[in-house]
């Protein structure tokens, strides 16, 4: 198997295998071959991608980070999980998934999760509220509530408009009726006043 060595100056190239790992803390006099070497103790190595930094920004000159592929995903779990000196320094290594750590991988599903559940949070609420206002629509007879009520629904449902459509008859009838007994009313109170002046 050829294995690949990449220098990089101004950025890593992500190599697609299939387990990965990312190193940090890497001493200035590491190179691509001795981090091969100290990695090839857990298993084969197809790829090591290192990034080299600034010397003069740092107390304790490091190279960066490096990005080593390894040909089985239990080679790379144990490199994670094992203790690795180079050049007197303790390396640190993690997982990586797809290009990003396992922590950031982890987060980043967190997210999903917690958006999804919002989603679904605010779906169920949306449901309600929107049962609710078929509930008044069914029990109203009130033309403007039943205005207000099909204002906030929006759009409507096949079964949605027949319960508007049956509120709305229910509040023109009841408008009907409303405007029927005040006539009646006024009717009587002017036939009252009516015989009043007469003195019937």
């Given amino acids: 198997m050829t294995v690949v060595l990449a220098v990089l100056s101004c950025g ?4 697609h295998g299939p387990s990965r790992v990312i190193v940090k803390n890497i001493a200035w006099e590491a190179n691509e071959a001795s981090l091969l070497n100290v990695f090839s103790q857990f298993g084969v190595v197809e790829t090591v991608e290192l990034k080299r930094g600034h010397k003069r920004a740092h107390a304790r000159p490091h ?20 203790s690795i000196m ?13 290009g990003r750590s396992e922590g950031s991988s982890m987060r980043l599903r967190n ?10 949070e605010s779906d169920q609420r949306a449901k309600l509220e929107r049962a609710a206002l078929l509930q008044r629509l069914i029990l109203s007879s009130e033309m403007r509530e039943v205005q207000s009520c099909a204002d906030a629904l929006g759009q409507f449902t096949a079964t949605e ?7 709305w008859k229910r509040a023109a009838c009841a408008r009907v009726k409303k405007l029927k007994g005040a006539v009646h009313i006024e009717r009587m109170n002017d ?10």
């Fill in 12 to 15: 890593i190239a992500f190599s």
């Fill in 63 to 82: 190279i960066g980070c490096a990005h080593v592929c390894f040909s089985k995903a239990t080679e790379a779990q144990m490199a994670a999980s094992s």
């Fill in 86 to 98: 180079l050049h007197g320094r303790s390396l640190s290594v993690r997982l990586l998934a797809n």
């Fill in 111 to 120: 997210q999903i999760f917690t958006d999804k559940a919002a989603a679904v």
């Fill in 161 to 167: 408009y027949a319960i508007v459509k049956a509120a």
């Fill in 191 to 200: 036939e009252h006043h009516m015989e009043a002046s007469l003195g019937i």
